[in-house]
């Protein structure tokens, strides 16, 4: 898809915090299966024709690492998500090397329970672990992804795990993806850093499901000039997601970005809850029901309702590995600050612009055409350098 | 909305093949409701503000008419209706006086049981009444729309009624909308007569439900990359139409439209079946059920199912509304042949043109601008001399 | 389909707490419109052949009235609920003469905002208000049905409403139907009054939709040895009852009858949760989902869903008659205590009994049984002497 | 669960027409499953308490064989079917020896294309099959079960494929279920020869869906007093079975049985029709959607929909080992002619009997007592000692 490169160029990090969770597993291992032939790009943006030549890593380019705190190692995560029917049989066996390889440069998150480290000291660790992969790989740049559990929305003035991160990677002059709707760079204490970082990034929330299917149903309400008078939801699901989520506090974060999609397309928000309940019986299968009452001519009552039945590891992977290419490009490109013509992959986008799927894909062809006439910027060779001093170190002495 | 003009100017016809049916009973009761204040015009795209400016007739400016081969007065269909739902209770006392008036303006169809008149007599007697109908009321020009019920496809050269009906439209110099899956204007013996009479028109078969969703449901998978393995639908629908399209030939030629909508979306026709169930238990209101079988990253299977319930007519009439004024108007600004902007309204739009919700709806924005930069044409005002010698009267002449 | 009798022994009252609403008024409304033959006995059971010799008292027998704390006339709510498709149109006009006629019996409830009165006082009243209801209508008896809008729990000393009005059925001496999950008899404090009134009761929560649905299905799961692993719902539902179980104390009242009908025919309680949404675009009608995660041979995963669309006072109203009617005759004959052979009709029966549909059906078919070999008791004719001294006066003394 | 016995008497066989199909590999692959204590007994009835003492030959008492005109080996088609997600992965690995057993006992069945045998010839083939898998296992009895795949209906004299298979195991003295719609004993030639063979059989059209609920949903109705207006359905389904009864005769002959217990259980069949769609992309998987419209109290209309989706597998395999042992112990009891307290497992029970599933049930614990209650009989020794001369002899003798 890509052309081809010289190796000491070309090789761009993914380095996901949660890194031994579901999602980050079907990266890892999906990544590795579409190299190998072993099964179509089925749900990556990236390479359909839209994107052939824009200039993004190939896919065989990309070498995985992470942070996480738990220990289960990546392999062991991939027979088991076989077994409850997220990857396919015999995938986890086929692509045994590249978890492995990805498994050696997971590096122990925090704070851990009991974890005496400050927030100074923690942001320093993270990124030194993203500097000393990058280095080590001898990388042309590297991606920092967000694919933990959603947490709870902080309610003072310490930073949550996920802005931890998100400050490591400015520090280490990383570009970064928020694909949760944690808080991520969206913290007040990051905005100066966020500010001088000239790091591009995106966020939040990917939209896999339920939300991507408002995403197109509230537009053709609008746009038929009926009027919805309730929009309804319960989501099911299990796996980590549904344990995080039955947190009243985590779910009132991710119905916030569900509920401005509706607001956003159909000019106000409509009556109607969101429930997201966790049914560990479900595994890492989610359903979700919608039932969207509207007023149709001369007030006739009328019903929309829809179920969504999938996986959320399998629903949100390809959509990773679409944002960790696209903003590493955009990094090579010199693009910075938020990424507005991604809001295609997330639920709440960072900065304005449409809330109708349909736009945000017209957005995000544009977004494929600018990638296409960018030539490769001098920072992509800057972060080739690793003993240069750059933006990541000013803000390093910021602090 | 459209500013006033003289009424000698300002009048518009819409004459409805099946006139006395659920669908035309709404639209004329439910022009009268919304002209007199008593209901939004929820439904109604024409009353948006991306019309402000178009040069639409006004609402109260439509003057009804049509054929239809049976005699129940639609004062007595509207309490029917209201009996089962479909308008609101009160309305047809509120609205009578309009309802009589068009009842009034119906001229009997065929052909009729035992009918011995060849299909040029039939023609003539129909241009003969649309003349009589826009002479009468001094009429700018009047719109024909067919919302009979689903014919079966033509099997021989012998012209079907939707084709002499559409051919007398064309005779008399009139707009034609087909807001049915029947023939229209779509047969090859009508083929010379619509080249040369220069008139304007539009069809085919409303997308009022189950289309409708797979317009926007449709691209919203390809945008995504995910891969559709079947599509199967069932439609139950009770009314008229239920038993029209219980006729396999019937059902054939709707589900047609149904299917081209896959087609230029997905790329590709999916597996499944799409069936049309009478069910007169159900009345004037419809169900459809969609099952969506598709491939996510690596091949893993998800379901997304939908429910749509809504009631036909209230579902149709804003539509034949938006049409009739929307040809009206193209008429009026001197356009002519298939009017491709209005996809947005079909399950298989004349012309080439997209079949995607958002991009039809971009589509019909567009030509709501063309409308408002068009000044009023000199064929505006030729209709109104009904004795001046015009297109139409040359069609009549090469028969 | 009851043996005529002398009017004098014949008419039963009907006293309604919560006689303003939804349910109250489509019960006096349907029950005229029945007797006068303008429409088939659907839904009620008692009408069928199975209750043909019971001699359950003539639905003409039926004398209604009630308590309520707002004032809306009914024929004036007949005719809203007729407006929003609750009611057929045209049913509240001809059926005014008994909506009115009941509307006079209609007497203020409590306690009001404000109300200065104790709940000695307050019962006292209320008793007061039934025994002159029967007496005027010289009534062989009257039962009381709760079908007022869901209480909070209670969470102190204090008799809620429901308590009073239950207190005061039970001084008066008449059989209590409990319909809804509000307290009503089960309050410590009424245990040695229930005990020693020596009258037959029914109750709690009538089972009129999800409920009725999972008392069938979670017997199928079972004979069939399927494992259910979870069972979610979700209730949308505007009307009052939509509101009041907004509140999360009532839910969870409302939510203890539903998880109880999953424990008694599943053997154990399944994963889930239950919501209750107030939306009040719904009006009158409410929609119930549920999904049901469940395994079969080998731990197969399958799913059941099912959409339940009804209108709440459609559904219960017909019940309400069916247990006032099966009461009354309980009472004729000498029953007392729980009616626990009504668990057909109930989320959370009073008494022992099984969970599942068919054997819930099978207990009233014995009941209708038992009902017939019975004899009409004296208790029948005591009431109808007001004067006399009875349980319910002891009762009254010792409070 | 049953008393252990000695090996030479309690071996039972299970003959399975369709042996290589998905039922009969997961029969096979399930029953080594669940007596290794891989997997808890889910779905198996015969495993619950109620049959504890009733006589049941064990499941680790039972041999498989069959015939089939496919070839592939079980243990590949169990592969299969695991990566279909039908089977637990590893399972066909765990139990390949008993897959390579069974697929020892399969013999070609008929007729092939081309075959130039009689249909006595052909009976004959397939009882000396069934004799010969008798006397070399030294069974106690066999049992034949048809699973394979639905046929067309008859249409003139000759005896389908299933009624061979039928024939054969009458001749070979042997008891027969029939799992599918086919025509198997119910054709007017066998008539006789079922009469005087004295063998138990059952049938036909395993209930594993759809109809299973139908069959608790429309008792619920019918006791509810509420009136079923149409009742629509859709099944879409891939594997053998879909393709199969895409064939609209194999189609009606399903669809007869499905619309028996709507009758049956409701009074009369209401509106509405059934579809099967043959849709590969499910694979072994099958989506059932029903669409109900039933009236309400004072005519108001309501809807119940129901969506199953489960593994047409996993469903029937539990119900063909439940009527293998159930038939073989009514056999080892004397019993003969059709046993209508199966009508549990069926859509379309042979003899009369209960459609509500809770009916069916209670008849099928009465069963279960009676079987306990019942001493073996010398038929049980009589198959043991294959050279006696018996009712199978006759039967052939008669031909």
Redesign the interface.
Known sequence: MSAPVSPSVSRVGVWLIGARGSVAT?VV??CA?VTAGL???????T??PMFADSGLPALSSLVFGGHDTVDCPLPKRAEAL??G?????G?PTAVRAELSAADREIRTGGPLPGDTRGEEELITAFACDLRDFIRRYDLARAVVVNVASTEPPPTGAALPPSALYAAAALRAGCPYVNFTPSTGLDHPALTPLVASAGLPYAGRDGKTGQT??RS??G??FS?????V??W?G?N?LGGGDGASLADPAAAAAKNAGKERVLADTLGAA????V?I?D????GDWK?A?D?I?F??????R??????????DS??A??LVLDLARLTARAHETGLSGPLGELG?YFKDPAGEGPG????Q?AALRRFAERLRRAGAEPRGDRLARPGGRDAADRIEEQR
């Open positions: 079907t291992a999906g299966a099964h179509p790009p089925t749900g990556l943006v390479e359909t076989a077994a029917g997220v990857l396919p049989p995938l991507l299917l197109v149903l537009p053709m746009q038929r000039a009926l009027t008078r309730a309804s319960t099911l409509p009556e109607g809850e429930h309940d049914v560990p019986a479900l359903t029901w039932h009452a007023d149709g001519f001369l007030g006739t009328m019903i929309l309702q829809t179920i969504w039945q999938g996986c399998a629903l992977a390809p295609f109708a799927l349909a736009e894909y």
